[in-house]
């Protein structure tokens, strides 16, 4: 199948690169817009708690006031505020209010004894903004207008005006993203010019995996935005910056697939053009079969429960099936129009095998002790992964997405030293008969309700009188936790507070707790109902795929037992570097999702590439020792430079600046580096070499004996010269 496709391409280069060119185009121009959503309240079903009280909220109290930014001030020299501050805080509120701001709908003033501090030195008002706007443009302009405008309003004041808050939050988010999206591209582009440039001695050959990522980058945007717009499907912001780097490094895998087979090819005296279809025949079962792993462990996300993931992982698959696609046509095609000195100028000595290169010596090692070589590589990942038992979640998505010097999370930082911590934020408990047989709620119960949430550890405050709808069957309790929303500790309190509340509930009525904190409680069950789906689904198609492509029963189990392995060790490596070396509480939620996907997924390219390997050389003849030694001298270079294009690509994400990307960077590189340099290239061939022909079972019998003519060896066909 691949020999015929490689001719096909070779045969009509250009007429592929045409159709690319037009495609991409044609994909980009018609697709509709799309918009990233910052309210993980989105992300959930409408079967969790959080959400359910959001909608009885919505349904009882449609025009209760709900901040969607907050006002902090304070004095520029730090001291307490004056009769005259707070004069110039209610012109500045009013001014606001006057300056009639498109989609801000109320502005209120600081209060005293509510929304002034203590101490005195901390003034809060807040701002509300049509959230029927939130996914749009326009409601983070109505954020910079309500910043910039009050800031021009202070001016000649003794105050500080800075404004925090979730439309603040969302502005504030959308510029990090976007300087994160430009250090990624501009960083990964760098990195992988300058490595394939250098590996393979050439100029023009370092920018091509650059400029053939840019079609699949661009067709794949079309298509997803298309099939986002199709299905609904929401859009997560730190989704381009990954799918960035999922394009140009897992293309740039695939293209070093291809190069090293092409340059093989030529060194053993094919022309240009038959070295390019001998290229694709030999390595496109490979490629294939790894696009196949990589997208399946991206698609099985449409079972999560969480939108973020449902719309991440279809978004990554049609990355990942336009990369492959373009990898196994486009790619080919340019190879077979552009002379091989071109592809490979300046180097001179490109058609010339070093002698006594490393990867013969590793070669050597792996195939006469391979029972010393998966001891040591095995050991490493198990040490590793016992690291990981001191795994911790966070879920303060906030902190972590962008820097603490943002204006926003200064305002966060403000509200927690002049008021608790959950102030800007405070959980709400809906007491309702609504959904119920019931009446009217009887007041006479409601005092006694709110007193038991106040007794629960971690509240800081219940506001006395709860507010009642219009048809008198449902209650507000606001209710301010001592700590941050996103924190653990109100994580943690929320449930309390959700026990309590379903306790003391009157009979014929439903307490439903409502807020962020609440949320992110459930996030945490949808995250233990996707680790429980998502991972076992994935890990058995992968599973699938592997039996498929090696025929064999044996090898995809130990495959993925050593992936498996690689996971546990990279959340290890992870977990000592922030959270026993560094300071961080937590490792951001969704990281072991990510984790398990991109470890499990790619780390399974390297294994099919060297495994792949691995069956040609024993179909070849060889002993499975020979077979190990083999395969790690010719595509050890291959996963080797591979592995670390692709893990300095995910390390980039570390320059963008927040703790999210730096974990995630840290752990996506380590994980690759363990894939490519201790699974792929040690563990993986010495375990094979170690079970020797039981490996293949049942497929063995494919395998020609010692002194047997080679199997699917692809003749050279006299199709151009180089």
Do not use: C
């Not at 309700?449 to 507010?467: D, I, S």
């Not at 309590?500 to 009525?509: F, I, M, R, V, W």
């Not at 990307?661 to 010495?686: D, N, R, S």
């Amino acid at each position: 199948m691949f020999h015929r496709l490689g001719h096909f391409v070779v045969k009509r280069a250009w007429w592929v690169i045409i159709a690319w060119v037009i495609g991409s185009i044609a994909l980009i121009s018609l697709a509709p817009k799309m918009s990233a959503s910052t309210d993980e309240s989105e992300f959930l079903p409408k079967h969790y708690e959080s959400i359910r009280a959001a909608v009885v909220q919505q349904d009882k109290f449609p025009a209760e006031f709900t901040p969607s930014a907050i006002l902090m001030f304070e004095r520029t020299d730090g001291g307490a505020l004056t009769d005259a501050d707070k004069a110039d805080i209610a012109k500045i509120t009013k001014g606001l209010t006057d300056k009639h701001i498109p989609l801000v709908e109320q502005v209120i003033p600081p209060m005293e004894g509510r929304t002034i501090s203590q101490d005195g030195h901390y003034a809060m008002g807040m701002v509300s903004i049509d959230k029927t706007k939130m996914q749009t443009d326009e409601y983070l302009t109505a954020a910079k207008d309500v910043r910039d405008e009050g800031k021009e309003l202070a001016k000649g004041t003794a105050l500080k005006y800075q404004v925090g808050g979730q439309a603040a939050m969302g502005l504030d988010q959308k510029e990090s993203s976007s300087a994160t999206d430009a250090i990624t591209m501009v960083a990964t582009v760098v990195l992988i010019v300058v490595i394939v440039g250098v590996i393979f001695r050439g100029i023009l050959v370092g920018w091509l995996p650059v400029l053939l990522s840019m079609f699949p980058m661009i067709a794949a945007s079309g298509l997803i935005a298309f099939v986002t717009k199709l299905f609904d499907l929401k859009s997560s912001p730190i989704a381009s910056a990954i799918d960035i780097v999922v394009i140009l490094g897992v293309g740039t895998d695939y293209f070093l697939f291809l190069m090293f087979r092409y340059r093989e090819r030529l060194r053993a005296g094919d022309d240009r053009k038959s070295a390019v279809a001998n290229g694709v025949g030999r390595v496109g079962e490979a490629i294939a079969s790894a696009a196949g792993a990589v997208t399946v462990a991206f698609a099985v996300l449409l079972l999560s429960e969480l939108g973020m993931f449902t719309a991440l992982g279809p978004a990554l698959a049609i990355s990942v099936v336009v990369t492959a696609l373009a990898s196994l046509t486009l790619t080919p095609a340019l190879l077979a129009v552009i002379p091989a000195k071109a592809t490979f100028w300046p180097g001179r000595k490109w058609m010339q095998e070093p002698e006594g290169a490393r990867f013969h010596k590793l070669g050597r090692a792996v195939g006469r002790r391979p029972g010393l070589i998966a001891l040591v590589s095995g050991g490493l990942l198990v040490v590793l992964s016992l690291a990981g038992l001191g795994y911790q979640g966070t879920f303060d998505m906030a902190k972590s997405m962008m820097p603490k010097d943002k204006e926003s999370m200064v305002v966060m930082d403000a509200i927690g030293k002049g008021f608790s911590a959950g102030a800007a934020d405070p959980t709400h408990v809906f007491l309702t008969t609504g959904t119920k047989a019931g009446g009217k709620l009887d007041p006479n119960a409601l005092g006694g309700f709110g007193a038991k949430l106040g007794q629960v550890p971690g509240v800081a405050t219940v506001q006395p009188g709860p507010k009642l709808s219009e048809d008198g069957t449902t209650a507000d309790f606001v209710v301010m936790l001592k700590d941050s929303a996103a924190s653990n500790a109100a994580i943690d309190t929320v449930t309390e507070v959700r026990t309590a509340a379903h306790a003391a509930a009157p009979a014929g009525s439903e307490a439903l707790v409502s807020g962020t904190s609440s949320v992110y409680k459930d996030i945490n069950l949808a995250m233990a109902h996707d680790y429980k789906l998502v991972f076992p689904v994935a890990g058995v198609l992968i599973l699938l795929i592997l039996g498929l492509q090696l025929r064999s029963v044996v090898a995809p189990w130990y495959l993925m037992a050593s992936v498996g392995l690689g996971f546990a060790a990279t959340l290890g490596a992870t977990t000592v570097a922030f959270l026993k070396l560094g300071s961080e509480s937590g490792l951001m939620f969704m990281l072991p999702i990510f984790i398990y996907l991109f470890v499990v997924a790619i780390g399974t390219d390297y294994n099919i590439l060297i495994i792949a390997r691995l069956r040609e050389e024993a179909r070849e003849g060889r002993s499975p020792r020979e077979a190990a030694k083999e395969a790690v001298r010719h595509a050890g270079p291959t996963v080797a430079a591979a592995g670390f294009i692709l893990a300095a690509s995910f390390a980039t994400f570390m320059l963008a600046g927040n703790v999210l990307f730096a974990e995630l960077g840290f752990a996506l590189a380590i994980g690759i580096v363990l894939a490519a340099f201790v699974m792929a290239m040690f563990f993986t061939p010495a375990i094979t070499a170690l079970l020797g022909k039981k490996a293949w079972w049942p497929g063995h019998g494919a395998m020609p004996e010692p002194g047997h003519e080679p199997v699917g060896e692809y003749e050279p066909q006299p199709v151009g010269r180089a």
